[in-house]
C-alpha cells in the first residue's frame, strides 16, 4: 500500500505561480511512475504530468507543457508540481498518483491522492 497527501493548492492570480506537494508514504520502493492529473467542474479527469521514479523521465500534457513541472525529491518520497504563468483554465481539484506498473509515459495508477483545490482567478 502507498498512502499519498497533497498539498499547496490555494487562490493565485493568473500569470501567478503555485507548487503542489506530494508526499508518498508505505511501500513506495515499488513506485514506478508518479503522475499529477486534475479535474475541474463538470469535466472529467485529465492527465497533467508525469516523472519515472526512479530515474528523470518527465511527460507532460500539451496544455501545460513549457509552464508546468514535476520535480521530485526522493529523499523525502515527495512529488512536486510547480505550476507557472496560471490561467483561469487550470482551476480544478489536483491529484496525485503512483503507479507499480512499467509502462511509460502512459498507464494505469494504482494509489491516489485526496485532491488539493487550485483556483486561478482573472
Known amino acids: 500500500q502507498v498512502q499519498l497527501v497533497e498539498s499547496g493548492g490555494g487562490l493565485v492570480q493568473a500569470g501567478g505561480s503555485l507548487r503542489l506537494s506530494c508526499a508518498a508514504s508505505?511501500?513506495?520502493?515499488?513506485?514506478?511512475?508518479m503522475g499529477w492529473f486534475r479535474q475541474a467542474p463538470g469535466k472529467e479527469r485529465e492527465f497533467v504530468a508525469a516523472?519515472?521514479?526512479?530515474?528523470?523521465?518527465?511527460y507532460y500534457s500539451d496544455s501545460v507543457k513549457g509552464r508546468f513541472t514535476i520535480p521530485r525529491d526522493s529523499a523525502k518520497n515527495t512529488a512536486y508540481l510547480q505550476m507557472n504563468s496560471l490561467k483561469p483554465e487550470d482551476t480544478a481539484v489536483y491529484y496525485c498518483a503512483a503507479a507499480y506498473g512499467r509502462n511509460w509515459p502512459i498507464g494505469d495508477y494504482d494509489y491516489w491522492g485526496q485532491g488539493t483545490q487550485v483556483t486561478v482567478s482573472s
Open positions: 516523472i519515472q521514479w526512479s530515474g528523470y523521465l518527465t
Open positions: 508505505g511501500r513506495t520502493f515499488n513506485i514506478y511512475r
